[in-house]
C-alpha cells in the first residue's frame, strides 16, 4: 500500500503556491498592464537620457517626450478618421458597381460568379447589429482606461527611473550587480532598438502607400498612407488591414487600379519581410524567422492584439535572459585541455593561463629534485 506523508512545511508551501497561482490570474490584467509599461519605459529611457542631456530636469524631459508621442498619435488619427468614415460611406453605396466590377475582372479569366445581384440585397447591418454595438462600445472605453492607465504609469517609471533602480539593486548581491547592470543594458538595447526599427518600417510602408495612390490615383492617399504606417505595428494581421481598404476604394473607379494596388501592396510585403525587416533590425533581435511566426500565433492566442504586439519584444527579452543564463553557466564549466589525452588535474592542482596547469610533469620534476637532494644528504653523511 502506497503511503504518502508530507511534512508541514511542504504543506505550507503548497498552500501558498496555489495562492500565488490564484492571486497571480486574478491580477493577470493588472501585471499586464505593468509589463506593457515597462517595456515602453526601457524602450523610451534613452530619449529621456538625451533630453536631460540638453539640460532639462528629468519630470520636464518625460512631460516633453509624452507630449510630442501625444500630438503625433493626435495628429495621425486626425489625419486619418475622417477620410475613412467618408470613404466606409462610398464602398457601402457603391458596392454593386464594385461586384460588376469584378464579375467582368473574373469573366475575363472563364470565371463566372453572380456578385451584382448578392451586393445589391446586402444587409449592413447585418455586420453591425445593436447587440455588437454595445459590445464594440464596451470594448472601445475598456482600452481607452487602459490605454491612459499605461500612459502614467509609463510616465511614472520614466520619471523615477532613479529611486526604482536604487530599491530593486539593494536585493542584488553585490558580486552580481555588474551583471545586473550589463543585463539592463541588453534589455534596452533590444526593447528600444524593437521600437525605433518598427518606426522606421512603418515609416516606409507609409511613404510606399501614399506614393502608390497619388500614381495610381486613389483618394485620400494621406489616410491610407497613415492607416497602413499603423496596421504595421501588428505582424501578420497588419499586412491585411494595410491591403484592404486601399483596394476596395481603388476598386470603386476600376478593376484595373484595384489589381495595381493589390499587387504593389503583395510585392511590398514580400520585400519589407525579406530584405527591409532583417536589415533594419538587423541584430537586435536575432531570432529565426519561424521563432517569429510561433511567437506572434502563440500571443494571439493566448492575448489576443495585445499579445500579437507583445511577442516580438517579450521573446527577444527571453533571447537575452537565455543568452545570459548560458553564459553565467559558461563561466563555471573549465575549459578543456587543447591536449585531448591530457590527464585531469589532481585534487590541489590549480590551472594557470599564464604558467600553464600544475599537472603531473610538474609534480614529477618536483619528486626528482626532492629525491637528488636526499641523496646528496646521504653521501655527504657517510
Request: charge should be negative; charged fraction near 15%; include cysteine.
Amino acid at each position: 500500500m502506497l503511503k504518502l506523508e508530507i511534512s508541514y512545511q511542504g504543506i505550507l508551501i503548497l498552500v501558498l503556491a496555489i495562492l500565488g497561482l490564484w492571486a497571480f490570474l486574478k491580477l493577470w490584467p493588472v501585471i499586464l498592464l505593468v509589463l506593457i509599461a515597462v517595456i515602453l519605459m526601457i524602450g523610451l529611457l534613452p530619449y529621456v537620457e538625451a533630453l536631460m542631456r540638453l539640460g532639462l530636469t528629468r519630470t520636464q524631459s518625460v512631460l516633453v517626450l509624452l507630449f510630442l508621442i501625444l500630438a503625433i498619435v493626435v495628429g495621425l488619427v486626425s489625419l486619418m478618421l475622417p477620410p475613412m468614415v467618408t470613404e466606409r460611406r462610398n464602398v457601402q453605396e457603391n458596392l454593386p458597381d464594385s461586384a460588376r466590377e469584378i464579375e467582368d475582372l473574373l469573366r475575363s479569366f472563364g470565371i463566372h460568379v453572380e456578385l451584382q445581384d448578392r451586393a445589391r440585397n446586402f444587409n449592413w447591418d447585418d455586420l453591425f447589429p445593436a447587440r455588437a454595438a454595445v459590445s464594440y462600445g464596451q470594448r472601445v472605453l475598456t482600452t481607452t482606461l487602459s490605454v491612459i492607465t499605461v500612459v502614467v504609469m509609463t510616465a511614472y517609471l520614466l520619471a523615477d527611473t532613479p529611486r526604482i533602480s536604487s530599491f530593486i539593486i539593494q536585493f542584488v548581491p553585490a558580486g552580481r550587480r555588474d551583471d545586473a547592470d550589463r543585463l539592463f543594458i541588453s534589455m534596452s538595447r533590444v526593447v528600444g532598438g524593437y521600437l525605433r526599427g518598427q518606426i522606421i518600417t512603418s515609416l516606409c510602408i507609409g511613404v510606399f502607400v501614399f506614393v502608390l495612390l497619388r500614381i495610381v490615383g486613389v483618394p485620400n492617399p494621406i489616410a491610407f498612407a497613415v492607416l497602413a504606417g499603423l496596421a504595421d505595428i501588428v505582424p501578420l494581421v497588419g499586412a491585411f488591414v494595410a491591403t484592404v481598404p486601399p483596394v476596395a476604394t481603388a476598386l470603386e473607379d476600376s478593376s484595373t487600379k484595384a489589381l495595381v494596388v493589390l499587387a504593389a501592396m503583395v510585392a511590398y510585403q514580400q520585400f519589407e519581410d525579406r530584405f527591409l525587416v532583417p536589415r533594419v533590425y538587423g541584430r537586435t533581435l536575432n531570432l529565426p524567422p519561424i521563432i517569429v511566426l510561433v511567437a506572434v500565433l502563440a500571443g494571439a492566442e493566448l492575448l489576443g492584439i495585445t499579445g500579437v504586439l507583445l511577442a516580438l519584444p517579450l521573446t527577444a527579452a527571453g533571447r537575452v535572459l537565455l543568452d545570459y543564463a548560458m553564459e553565467s553557466r559558461l563561466r563555471f564549466v573549465p575549459q578543456p585541455s587543447d591536449e585531448v589525452l591530457a590527464p585531469d588535474p589532481r585534487p590541489g592542482e590549480e590551472l594557470s593561463l599564464a604558467t600553464g596547469p600544475t599537472g603531473h610533469a610538474a609534480q614529477s620534476e618536483t619528486e626528482d629534485a626532492s629525491m637528488a637532494r636526499v641523496a646528496d644528504e646521504v653521501t655527504g653523511g657517510a
